[in-house]
């Protein structure tokens, strides 16, 4: 009989591919929305609104952690993935503006349920000293979904239409369920003993400050990620006069931080430790943040600042992860989500912030703003 902990590699690999198809979905939207706007026979501007509006679902993180809690996390990641499917199929079956948005809407919320339940599972089976390693591998779908994903994004497209990578997502989707389904242990009870309704999840809230500590260090680091990332293409263009494929390349560099970034973090942080780690690459975060606004004179130092600032950044949302899933460990859906929602608003704020700074004060703004707000998650992480 195989034994628990000797299944867990084939556990993580097929959360982490079900992950994958999420981000996938949620991601790709952004290089393909001009071809996603010429097949629906609309205005580019009316794809970027719908992005917009599915940007919210975060916020409904929350409302969503009693699922895992209840019916455990093996049946809320299969369900999950069910309504991923059934989300992809609608634009398949009605391949119009509004049912589009609505296939956009059903990815974003399959995510913000899947992903603190992913997490909690993977707090529930494997120990502390160990976590930042497991918690690495799920992380490596985000970087991914744009490696991995986009390319066969953009072929599906060329090949098959605008359509058909919704309809392979379904697909995949449902799939992995299954196999998610029968490799996962089933759930004896309530897997957590806190927030098995939404009255318990303000409750446990409320009641443990340190999950608001964990919320405004999430909302402060995804600030200040955000105040740069949105503005720093234009910058480039304006500086350097960057061609269109240069500045895909320049997207690229995330992509290779991102993978760079989740691998020093999954080998750093279970032999350092988690919050010396993250202490650390926030730090040297806030030096790339404010270094970033002054290589304007020299394109390939902007480009190894931004590449800099990326991997720093990752090492520090990768490495936190792990700490954060034992904050209060009988209520880790509770604490994954109510931190989910506070990365959207930290997201937010960026996007709202960013430009703002750009045009009244110059990029040096932003570069100054991003370090003061990582400079305090770190000080809030630290004390």
Same mark, same amino acid.
């Given at each position: 009989?195989t034994?628990?902990?000797?299944?867990?590699?084939?556990?993580?690999?097929?959360?982490?591919?079900?992950?994958?198809?999420?981000n996938?979905?949620?991601?790709?939207v952004?290089p393909?929305a001009?071809?996603?706007?010429?097949?629906?026979?609309?205005?580019l501007?009316?794809?970027?609104?719908?992005?917009?509006?599915?940007?919210?679902?975060?916020?409904?993180?929350?409302?969503?952690?009693?699922?895992?809690a209840?019916?455990?996390?093996?049946?809320?990641?299969?369900?999950?993935?069910?309504?991923?499917?059934?989300g992809?199929?609608?634009?398949?079956?009605?391949?119009?503006?509004?049912?589009?948005?609505?296939?956009?809407?059903?990815?974003?919320?399959?995510?913000?349920?899947?992903?603190?339940?992913?997490?909690?599972?993977?707090?529930?089976?494997?120990?502390?000293?160990?976590?930042?390693?497991?918690?690495?591998?799920?992380?490596?779908?985000w970087?991914?979904?744009?490696?991995?994903? +986009?390319?066969?994004?953009? !072929?599906l %497209?060329?090949?098959? $239409? *605008?359509?058909?990578?919704?309809?392979? =997502?379904?697909? /995949? @989707?449902?799939?992995?369920?299954?196999?998610?389904?029968r490799?996962?242990?089933?759930?004896k009870?309530?897997?957590?003993?806190?927030?098995?309704?939404?009255?318990?999840?303000?409750?446990?809230?409320?009641?443990?400050?340190?999950?608001?500590?964990?919320m405004?260090?999430?909302a402060?680091?995804? +600030?200040s990620?955000?105040? !740069?990332? %949105?503005?720093?293409g $234009? *910058?480039?263009?304006?500086?350097?006069? =960057?061609?269109? /494929? @240069?500045?895909?390349?320049?997207?690229s560099?995330?992509?290779?931080?991102?993978?760079?970034g989740?691998?020093s973090?999954?080998?750093?942080?279970?032999?350092?430790?988690?919050?010396?780690?993250?202490?650390?690459?926030?730090?040297?975060?806030?030096?790339?943040?404010?270094?970033?606004?002054?290589t304007?004179?020299?394109?390939p !130092?902007?480009?190894?600042?931004?590449?800099?600032?990326?991997?720093?950044?990752?090492?520090?949302?990768?490495?936190?992860?792990?700490?954060?899933?034992?904050?209060?460990?009988?209520a880790?859906?509770v604490v994954?989500s109510?931190?989910?929602?506070a990365?959207?608003?930290?997201?937010?704020l960026?996007?709202?912030?960013?430009?703002a700074?750009?045009?009244?004060?110059?990029?040096?703004?932003n570069?100054?703003?991003?370090?003061?707000?990582?400079?305090?998650?770190?000080?809030?992480?630290?004390?």
């Amino acid at each position: 009989m195989t034994s628990p902990k000797s299944r867990l590699p084939l556990q993580l690999t097929i959360i982490t591919f079900g992950r994958l198809l999420l981000n996938t979905g949620l991601r790709v939207v952004y290089p393909f929305a001009p071809a996603f706007a010429r097949g629906l026979g609309v205005p580019l501007a009316d794809v970027y609104y719908l992005i917009a509006l599915r940007n919210f679902a975060g916020f409904l993180s929350p409302l969503f952690s009693p699922l895992s809690a209840r019916y455990g996390r093996r049946a809320t990641m299969a369900g999950t993935l069910l309504f991923l499917a059934a989300g992809c199929a609608v634009v398949f079956v009605w391949p119009a503006y509004w049912p589009f948005g609505l296939t956009l809407a059903i990815i974003a919320l399959a995510k913000v349920i899947y992903d603190p339940a992913m997490q909690a599972y993977v707090g529930d089976n494997v120990p502390y000293a160990k976590r930042g390693r497991a918690i690495s591998i799920t992380e490596l779908s985000w970087a991914g979904a744009l490696l991995l994903g +986009a390319p066969a994004v953009g !072929l599906l %497209i060329r090949a098959m $239409g *605008w359509q058909a990578p919704f309809v392979w =997502l379904a697909v /995949l @989707a449902g799939i992995t369920a299954v196999f998610l389904w029968r490799v996962l242990p089933p759930t004896k009870g309530r897997t957590d003993t806190r927030g098995s309704d939404l009255r318990d999840v303000w409750r446990v809230v409320r009641q443990n400050r340190v999950i608001w500590a964990a919320m405004l260090f999430t909302a402060l680091i995804m +600030a200040s990620n955000e105040l !740069l990332f %949105i503005v720093f293409g $234009g *910058w480039l263009e304006f500086n350097f006069g =960057l061609s269109l /494929l @240069a500045l895909g390349f320049s997207a690229s560099l995330i992509g290779g931080a991102e993978v760079l970034g989740e691998l020093s973090a999954g080998w750093s942080v279970d032999r350092f430790g988690k919050r010396p780690v993250v202490i650390m690459t926030g730090s040297l975060d806030v030096a790339a943040s404010l270094l970033i606004p002054f290589t304007s004179f020299n394109l390939p !130092l902007a480009l190894t600042a931004y590449f800099l600032l990326f991997l720093f950044f990752e090492i520090t949302v990768v490495g936190s992860i792990p700490l954060l899933t034992e904050i209060v460990p009988s209520a880790r859906t509770v604490v994954m989500s109510s931190v989910l929602a506070a990365s959207a608003l930290g997201r937010a704020l960026g996007a709202w912030l960013g430009p703002a700074l750009f045009s009244e004060v110059g990029f040096v703004g932003n570069g100054v703003a991003a370090a003061v707000l990582m400079g305090v998650a770190v000080l809030v992480l630290a004390y």
